[in-house]
């Protein structure tokens, strides 16, 4: 989605701008651009196109000025176009705006601004906003930015700038916005990891914030006339990140580098947890009394956060005995769910931001449901609205491919279940203490899986590279799995992937194996060991390429796949955590021998902000 930044202090803007909206880059854009003020006068740029287009065109020809903003955009209304791209100016060409989120009055309000004579140059919905604040301003561009925003509906994000004021105007609307806090000048952005590098102080401003922004101060308001009385100090957050996390050092991409990081984020998401064989879960804030009430466990998320949810279901069910329901958000939030005040629903998301996942948590609020957010960063929407939290720790996840997030989210999950058992005075399976030696293990075996997987998953991803089609299989906690290597394929490589509960292959999607078809699957529970072993002879009857992932001790492979990965032992209900590994690899080196944009693949942003 669309990127913001801003700056206002004593250095020359336009390096800086450009260089964060670098840093924002991974969220995916079609166009970029810059406004710089200086002495009543303002310089844009923008194009369509990478980043480094921008930079070209302003090599040597750097607009003077030390407060401006920036802009990456991914197009919803209008092309992705030199006219679309942001910032956008008024008529008179003194005041701009750079807008995330969608204003979906735009075309009642652009009709009224035509008839007062406003021009128009773009199809965006964000142009209304820039006329609209220049009938409001007469010289105070706070009055002006709470008037405007007033009259917007959606979700959106706006900073405007003005060539006669020294400060910057923020608007937070249902979409991210912070303040980074530096000596002597301030920064504001969509997301955290654009003001690393400046600090690591930022105000996460709230739904209504309107916010001056000046080099040395930060004044905070509302345009919601129900929040008009409320405080308006915002806590300065103190940001645990560092800069080196979102730099990609020696690696060819983000991607491979934060696969590479899973043995040390599942170790933050471990660490303290597990004490005198106790879960501490510290952020969690709800009783043990409201715990052991929970009548019905429902968990909600998009994407690979969703597919942490399917694991989670087979989890609790298999841990706790008790019915529980993983869902889509953007299918939960509209088939009115089952929910009172016993049920309580989980809510999973890297960013925090996922617009469907916060409906979803708005949707059970208001059904009196009890929410519980898993997530990775701190101070999201999702951590600071939901009921109670518990982070993830994975660090900042850069590449739009979610990897190290998702065994972060595996792994909270884990914890989570043992707490919830312990609180409903469960027993826990393999044995309390044995299964927490193994949670502690796992970092190890991440290691271990990431030695072996490598060669393998390299050797595999070079043969899918080649195909049209690829299909993955697995049972039971192998299913959810499966189905994160095919998204992972498919987002990354574009190779066409579908995954399978493998006994379902047969009743339809079988019809499409053929000659040469690479069929990938996983196997890595013994009960259904056999079962697996019937599904691959099926494909391989047809014609397919077999490769099975496996843990130590898996047997009776030799003639019916092609090639054999396997993985540390580890209980069975962890394994997924450990077979994320080559189902990510597997796409990354699809994805490389194909020559694809890894990091940033096409169509795609790392956090979805709107519907
Ligand atoms: O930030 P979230 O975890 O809520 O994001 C959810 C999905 O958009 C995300 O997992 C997406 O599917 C990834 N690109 C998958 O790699």
Known sequence: MCGIVGYVGKRAAAPILVDRLDDLSYRGYDSAGIAVANDGVVVVEKLPGKIENLRKALTGNEPPGTIGVGHTRWATHGAPTQVNAHPHADCAGKLFVVQNGIIENFPALKRELLARGHEFRSQTDTEVVIHLLEEYYDGDLMDAAKKTAARLEGSFALVFLAADERRLVAVRYHAPLIVGVGGGENFVASDITAVLQDTNKVYVLENGDVVSVEAHRVDVDTFLPQRAKAPTERRLTIVDWRAEDVSKNDYPHYMLKEIYEQPRAVERTLQGRIKDGEIVLREMDLSPERIRRVDSFHIVACGTAYHAALFGKYLLERVLRVPVSADIASEFRYRAPILGPKSLVILISQSGETADTIASMEEAQSRGAKTLAVVNVRGSTLAREADAVVYTRAGPEIAVASTKAFTAQLTALMLLACYVADQRKVELPYGREE?????????????????????????????????????????????????????????????????????????????????????????????????????????????????????????????LVEDVLTLPAVPELFTPVLAAIPAQLIAYEAAAALGRDVDQPRNLAKSVTVE
């Open 435 to 559: 299964l927490l030696r193994h949670l502690l293990e796992l970092p190890a075996h991440l290691e271990r899986t990431l030695e072996v997987a490598a060669p393998t998953a390299k050797a595999w991803g070079e043969i899918i590279a080649g195909e049209r089609d690829c299909y993955f299989l697995g049972r039971n906690v192998d299913e959810p799995l499966a189905r994160e290597a095919a998204l992972k394929l498919k987002e990354i490589s574009y190779v066409h992937a579908e995954a399978y509960a493998a006994g379902e292959l047969k009743h339809g999607t079988i019809a499409l194996i053929t000659e040469g078809t690479p069929v990938v699957s996983f196997m890595t529970q013994k009960d259904v060991w056999d079962k697996m072993i019937s599904n691959i002879h099926e494909v391989r009857a047809r014609g397919a390429r077999t490769f099975a992932v496996v843990c130590e001790g898996g047997y009776g492979l030799e003639d």
